[in-house]
């Protein structure tokens, strides 16, 4: 299980290093088996972000950048998903420093299988406080995040937090993302139903 504490001091270290609007932090899990040779591809499409699995071998020709890290303890970060389109967090996935910062944290919390680091999108900027809502089709293994309405939201499993500073200058957590529970089969439990 995971705590706001703890999505939250992650959040400080993206705070402290200027990366709040290139860099997020999402819960780890996954909705479909994927090929060996296979990862997931997120691309907007209207005004959905589409997530399809891809043969690894095409992120190149494509001009595909990985929008989602995770580490497992031995000091390197692993992408585990793609995005094409904009490419805010290269900067962050370039900065050893900070990366090394974050998998310390995780470490030290038992965390490094619980959360993942993920790249904001220009256009979710554009679209402050819009909030998102991801559909998940297991016969296509498609992810659909499509904006949604306040009641949904409050409905969905929180996955993805973006940070601000409070007025004392501490850091807190802000949910962009929420799956729709039903469909949802995760690896790791979500935390609780807040989403605030
Ligand atoms: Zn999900």
């Known amino acids: 299980m995971v705590d706001k504490k703890q999505i939250n001091g992650v959040g ?6 200027g990366y709040e609007e290139d860099v997020c932090v999402i819960l780890a899990h996954r909705h479909f088996g994927l090929a060996r040779n296979e990862t997931m591809l997120e691309k907007l499409e209207g005004d959905a972000w589409v997530a399809k699995p891809i043969d690894i071998e095409l992120l190149e020709q494509l001009g595909a950048f990985p929008n989602l890290l995770i580490c497992m303890g031995d000091s390197k970060w692993y992408p585990v998903g793609y995005g094409i389109g904009d490419n805010n967090a290269l900067n962050a996935w370039a900065d050893t420093e900070f990366l090394n910062k974050i998998e ?3 470490i030290k919390n038992e965390l490094q299988d619980k959360l993942m ?3 904001r ?6 679209e ?7 559909y998940n089709y297991e016969e296509t293994r498609t992810s659909e995040t499509r904006p949604c309405a306040d ?3 409050a409905n969905g ?4 937090y973006a940070f601000t500073r409070n007025i004392n200058g501490e850091p807190e957590k802000l949910c962009l993302r929420v799956c729709v529970p039903a469909i949802a089969v995760h690896v790791h439990t979500h935390v609780g139903n807040e989403y605030d």
């Open 157 to 160: 499993l929180p996955t993805t």
């Open 104 to 106: 310390n944290y995780l």
């Open 151 to 153: 009641f949904e939201f």
């Open 117 to 119: 680091l993920g790249a």
């Open 12 to 17: 400080k270290i993206i705070l402290d290093y």
């Open 128 to 134: 402050k406080g819009v909030k998102f809502m991801e």
């Open 121 to 126: 999108s220009a256009k979710e900027e554009k």
